[in-house]
């Protein structure tokens, strides 16, 4: 039958058992227990434990059902936003599992996209910071999504952090312009999140001139692809 949260509590010792478990939070964030609240605090509390767990399958869910609270009680992120902050960004810095970072990146986008620049707090540094580690990384898959998350972080900022995150822009600038023609179709999809960043933050004459020379490029390069019509 269907496996309420309530159920889900119950402890399993094995490697299987806790896979299991917080795979179906990571899956099912609608679960009607958790909409009506009786045991949202259980399980946040759970879920931070597995986020530590030894298995990164068992952490990689854990990040999945934390980023779907968003889902399951939206009204909650809020109050929970430094619960979530403090354990979606320390999962960034995962140094065994390039998945647990990935779903951290899913699960901070969804959580961003619900809060105010005033709700990050002084997560905004570190968050930030860790986010320009991932613009060239290996990994396309988190590639794009360090610019996806960018991209959330420049639309939250509007006073507090504006100076600071224009100043990380620009310290960034070089790489942002390389990857305006990044051969992997993932990154090349999120080439208007890219030329916003470029084009909203006071950057040195020099690299407006090159934002100007590579969307250039890389329309024309677009437009003599085989799918363009």
Not at 89 to 106: P, T
Not at 140 to 165: C, E, H, P, Q
Not at 201 to 229: V, Y
Request: glycine share 6%.
């Amino acid at each position: 039958g269907t496996q309420s949260y309530g159920q889900a509590l119950v402890p399993l010792p094995s490697t299987v058992g806790r896979i299991s478990r917080t795979q179906s939070w990571g899956w099912r964030p609608y679960d009607s227990m958790l909409r009506e609240k009786k045991f949202l605090k259980s399980v946040l509390s759970i879920l931070e434990e597995r986020s530590h767990d030894r298995n990164s399958i068992v952490r990689q869910m854990a990040v999945r059902g934390l980023g779907n609270l968003v889902y399951g009680a939206p009204e909650k992120v809020k109050k929970y936003k430094k619960f979530l902050l403090d354990i979606l960004i320390g999962a960034l810095h995962d140094i065994f599992s390039s998945e647990v970072i990935g779903e951290s990146m899913k699960a901070l986008a969804k959580v961003l996209k619900a809060l105010k620049e005033k709700d990050i707090g002084s997560s905004f540094k570190d968050l930030t910071q860790q986010i320009r580690t991932y613009f060239d990384d290996e990994d396309d898959a988190l590639r794009s999504m360090a610019f996806v998350l960018f991209g959330i972080l420049a639309r939250l900022t509007k006073r507090k952090w504006k100076t600071y995150f224009a100043d990380q822009v620009k310290k960034s600038w070089v790489t942002l312009l390389l990857h305006l023609q990044d051969p992997n179709p993932e990154v090349l999809m999120v080439r208007p999140t890219v030329t916003y960043l470029l084009s909203k933050r006071n950057l040195p004459p020099n690299a407006r001139g090159a934002l100007f020379h590579r969307s250039i490029c890389s329309q024309k390069t677009l437009m003599l692809s085989p799918g363009f019509s």
